[in-house]
């Protein structure tokens, strides 16, 4: 039996309930840590669906609070709680969840496999979550949209052109590799983390830009990329928890539905 | 003797040189992995000082890599070769070398300390290097900063007044904070990853901005800091890998001075 950090943790608390600290509202970053839950048929509390929610997420991002014992204050949700551990950050979250759930190999199995998803997962993210947050942001996010509306065109515009295609061919690239172990998913033919992530993004930048993804979807450039989107739309508690009450529309959150920043 | 990730690899391959994949002509993303390497004293080769180094980042990132064996394609530097390892994006990398350079707590000390410190890293590149590059490039990056002007003013002085106090509080946050083990450092009272991120942050921003910067450390609210600012720069090795060649002058890459975007 190895005693490695991932099983160690399994084995003193694998009973020990998963606490996801979340805004209500819209799926948000939070989502990219329901879906690994979900994936999984975890058990977790949600903040997003508990009275007071917005208050617990609020006291533990407040300038007042320092944190407690080994755990550095978070800056922003998500946030993830599991018995006395307390960390934030979408993709450091994931990197705690992804063996404990099954979601990437054990190193016993695969040694460097959390570097390699975690990567995959970070280059999501950025290209496909944050950026496309900043086509209705690209000022700044305590100012209102209607506030930043000719940068907004300017960025979206740029977006749609330049960034979404580059990042919808990298993971095109990855998917055709080697280390994808057949095309269907990301890495090491399984469905890991790094799957769900692209997935959530895709989903996200597809509510935001129907004309363009719609467009691009039907050039058929990026076909092992859409295919992946529903290959894990059709993962049965992927499905289920996508048609459940627990799975929120989009909103005023990441992605935003505004058709002047679509292409024509 | 634990079998754990990390130890495990360190024994099979701890003469193994580390390889940084990185474009010359400023110190960049890849210097946060400089940094973790030069204050572990570890040996390794850098493509920013080799002949043919930014040929050598090209190929790796061309649309025509699918990646090779288990590594997926990179997409974008910095890049770490180790072995037959080949691992991107810079908290990632950081995630691999911390435990492997003795700026990461080994897990059977604590066990929790990659993810409370690997919070801290994304934190700082989020918000002091990442935002830090899109106030001169809020449009888009295949724009000149010319072409982006009036939107960069903007961008900036958001920047100043809301982003760098937000993030430059949070940070001191943490070092008051009980996780920090008594303010000197980050986390657990030791020099991690964090604090050499985090440093490299506050020079970037401190290049780019030198009025905003001067002032806000004067005014004194964010003395801890400053503190592990100076701090991390009386490090013996990092004190001689600034002052060696190997340190490369800010140009026209994540930081930059233009002091019209700095405040009067």
Known sequence: MSTSQPSKRQKTSKDTPY???????TPGRGEHVRL?????????????????????VLSHISPENLGSGTNPPPLAPPILKHGSLLISQTSNILLYLGPRLGLVPPAEEDEDAIYKINELVLTALDG????????????????????????ARRKAENYIKVRLPKFLGYFERVLKGEASG??????????STADLVLWQCLDGVRYAFPRAMGRLEKEG??????????RVKGVQRIK????SGRRQKYALGIYRHYPELDED
Chains 1, 2 share one sequence.
């Open 36 to 56: 690994a839950l979900e994936a999984a048929g975890a058990s977790y509390t949600d903040t997003a669906h508990q009275e007071g929610g917005m208050k617990t």
């Open 221 to 230: 450039e990026y076909g092992r990329v859409f295919g992946l989107y529903e």
């Open 128 to 151: 496909l979550s944050n950026e496309a947050h900043d086509t209705h942001h690209p000022i700044a996010n305590v100012l209102y949209y209607e506030e930043q509306k000719p940068e």
């Open 19 to 25: 606490e996801l600290l979340y805004w209500p509202g």
């Open 182 to 191: 057949g095309g269907e998913w990301l890495y090491g033919g399984k469905m």
């Open 240 to 243: 289920a928890y996508l048609e």
